[in-house]
């Protein structure tokens, strides 16, 4: 049984013809002896299109490793962009898929293809590399400019929590009505000395938890029952 293969082809508008790259992939693959799992074809899609669906298929069948080699009329039909082949191209060659382009003649199966393939490797770790300091360079440049980063801190309104636990409210009841997090509302609460009121009390007072300060509620500190 020959390598299995998938044929990749792409136009950009509706009007144009995909005969002659189909034909030529075809041919292709019967003198290779190429298993052909399948056709997948992006007709009126053109290359800067964030999505192609029949790529994506394709891509999906590579994932289950269900593709040995993968066949197309030119390199450029298979990425958006120089950016966007590499990365394509590097993610086949970590999965062990080849290339076979037919108007490159390129075949990464051959020395010189495998020596592509590397080059497409080390370009690979370049663009991560300026990724990688550009955002960086980033970061200081914000902190620089006092820009605070990481998530905006949650606001919880404490005197409404605690109301709403003095009635006998889970953290889940109280989150969704103060539209945050159970997480956050408890460590709202943890915060207030160390405890966390955990039953109701008649009164409305509150023991365990110290909310001296908080308008509505009393001082005494008294153990709720």
Do not use: C
């Amino acid at each position: 049984m020959g390598q299995r293969a998938a044929l990749y082809l792409r136009v950009s508008t509706p009007d144009q013809r995909i005969d002659l790259q189909l034909a030529g992939l075809r041919q292709l693959a019967q003198q290779r002896g190429w298993e052909v799992v399948g056709e997948f074809i992006d007709h009126g899609y053109s290359g800067s299109k964030a999505k192609r669906p029949q790529l994506d298929n394709m891509l999906s069948q590579v994932n289950r490793g269900r593709v040995d080699v993968v066949g197309v009329w030119k390199l450029d039909r298979l990425g958006r962009s120089t950016k966007d082949l590499l990365i394509l191209l590097e993610e086949l060659r970590l999965r062990n898929v080849q290339i076979v382009s037919t108007m490159e003649n390129l075949d990464t199966s051959t020395p010189t293809g495998r020596a592509f393939f590397t080059m497409v490797a080390m370009w690979s770790e370049v663009e991560k590399d300026w990724l990688r300091e550009r955002t960086l360079a980033g970061l200081q440049a914000a902190r620089a400019r006092g820009v605070r980063l990481g998530r905006r801190p949650v606001d919880v309104d404490v005197g409404q929590a605690l109301q709403l636990r003095s009635q006998g409210r889970s953290f889940r009841q109280v989150a969704r009505v103060l539209g945050v997090g159970s997480t956050t509302v408890h460590r709202a609460l943890a915060g207030l000395g160390g405890g966390v009121p955990m039953t109701p009390s008649g009164s409305g007072s509150f023991g365990q938890a110290q909310v001296a300060g908080i308008p509505g509620f009393e001082e005494s500190g008294a153990v709720v029952a």
